[in-house]
């Protein structure tokens, strides 16, 4: 049954093929009196509500969207919401002046997140996350990546995945990326290229040979994993058809953003330190950078040079980074508003940022990210005329309904589980 999305005003990035760069990113198309007609939860039309309506079956079953705001629903292309337990007290720390990477060299900090995925059965490691992933919703994201890295053991990781990938389709489109490589665990401590050599040697080929996972990402840091031992871990990711990322430049500036030009990832991440001469070589490269306002926010750092980057000609896209240490946050909405007001995008900018170039960031773009004849029915209604309503009404959470596939999904302004 073809059902039909009237009387909205809809706001949407038109997909080129590619992620958009440089003025692409300030162009969205603005349909006033706007319709959706969909089928079997992928758009069969879309325009002026007069035009669709003239081209719909007489059959079909109307909906009015109030004269509200429709944009495509959020990709959040960056996430680590794989976990359990929360680090308040780490963040306390913090806030008496303890660094992210002290935390993390005395064995506190992501290895206490290990310590607790460990010791979690499949079934409360799945439970927890799907809490998440469902707050996530609620705020409006319909697709989502999700990283491995708690386990950092082919056990724990598979389980980290097989948890991961069981949430596909429930009712968000969940991206599986592996990353072993998110820290030293405690055991190679003295002997760090030997868990080096444990990813290259058996993680990467078991998780790809099993299908686990579509990305791998290296955590490229001070103290972490190196240059090099990035390169020697992506290299390998590639070798066995794994799509390739990198937490470039988070804290240090490492070199990480020229590393994932000269390895053409399909994504940079973070970048709150990055050269200028990184960020060039990005561009030439066409690289992603996916930026994390509200980890450089959770952090007390600089945000990222998100003008800088789009005036270079970097595609930019946005994420949550939701994770129990340095950002936990689920919302894209917070997201936006802070690139918004703290970083300095356009309102379009933004919303170019957090739908279609997120989408390319995690390979998801023929399907989600713009609202196009084609593509899945993934559309958020927000309490607003206009999409700047997020960033301007800021003590509120202004999306209203979620619709994935054509189907409302949430339960109302301001609900949470
Ligand atoms: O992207 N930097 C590495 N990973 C996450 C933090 C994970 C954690 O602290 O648990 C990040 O910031
Ligand atoms: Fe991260």
């Known amino acids: 049954m073809t059902r039909i999305f009237r009387n909205a005003h809809i706001y949407t990035p038109i997909d080129k093929d590619r992620p958009l760069k440089g003025e692409e990113m ?27 309506m003239k081209r719909a ?14 944009i495509p629903g959020f990709v959040d292309p960056h996430t680590h919401a794989c976990f359990v337990g929360t680090r308040e007290k780490e963040f306390v720390m913090r806030l008496q002046g303890a660094t992210y990477l002290e935390i993390l060299e005395k064995g506190g900090g992501i290895l206490s997140t290990v310590d607790n995925v460990r010791s979690a059965s499949k079934e409360e490691l799945y439970n927890n996350t799907k809490k998440i992933v469902m707050r996530a919703l609620k705020n409006g994201v319909t697709t989502m990546e999700i990283k491995s890295g708690y386990g950092l053991s082919l056990e724990h990781e598979v389980k980290m995945l097989e948890v991961i990938k069981r949430l596909d ?5 969940v991206v599986p990326t592996f990353m072993g490589a998110h820290a030293v665990p405690r055991e190679y401590k003295d002997n760090p ?3 080096v050599d444990l990813i290259i040697e058996e993680m990467i080929p078991y998780v790809a040979t099993k299908g686990l996972a579509k990305y791998c990402d290296v955590f490229c840091e001070e103290g972490v994993f190196s240059i090099e031992d990035s390169r020697r871990i992506l290299s390998a990711a590639k070798d066995h058809g794994l799509g390739l990322k990198l937490h470039a430049d988070e804290v240090c500036d ?16 973070h970048l709150l330190a990055a050269n200028d001469e990184g960020l060039k070589a990005m561009a030439e490269s066409n690289v992603t950078a996916v930026l994390l306002p509200a980890t450089a926010l959770s952090l007390r750092k600089p945000y990222a040079p998100a003008k800088k980057m789009i005036e270079l000609g970097v595609p930019v896209a946005l994420a949550t980074d939701c994770n129990p240490g340095s950002c936990y946050c689920e919302s ?3 997201v936006f508003r802070l690139a918004v007001l703290g970083m300095g995008l356009s309102v379009e900018e ?3 940022a957090s739908t279609i170039n997120a989408a390319y960031a995690i390979g998801m773009a ?17 309490e607003g005329e206009t999409p700047g309503v997020i960033a301007y009404h800021l003590g509120w959470f202004n999306v209203k309904e979620v619709y994935k596939m054509g189907q409302e999904v949430s339960l109302g302004v301001g609900t949470c589980l």
């Open 254 to 269: 490492l070199g990480g953003a020229k590393l994932a030009a000269e390895l053409k990832v399909d994504s940079a991440e």
């Open 169 to 173: 389709g429930k009712p968000l489109d």
């Open 332 to 334: 894209m909405e917070v």
């Open 26 to 52: 300030g162009r969205v198309l603005v349909i006033e009196d706007g319709a959706i007609a969909t089928k079997e939860g992928y758009i069969v039309d879309i325009g002026r509500e007069s035009d669709v």
């Open 57 to 70: 079956p007489k059959k079909a079953e109307e909906i009015d969207m109030g004269g509200r705001c429709v």
């Open 366 to 382: 023929s399907l989600v990210g713009s609202l196009e004849k084609g593509k899945k029915a993934d559309f958020v209604v927000l």
């Open 193 to 195: 290229q030997a868990y």
């Open 350 to 352: 933004a919303l170019v």
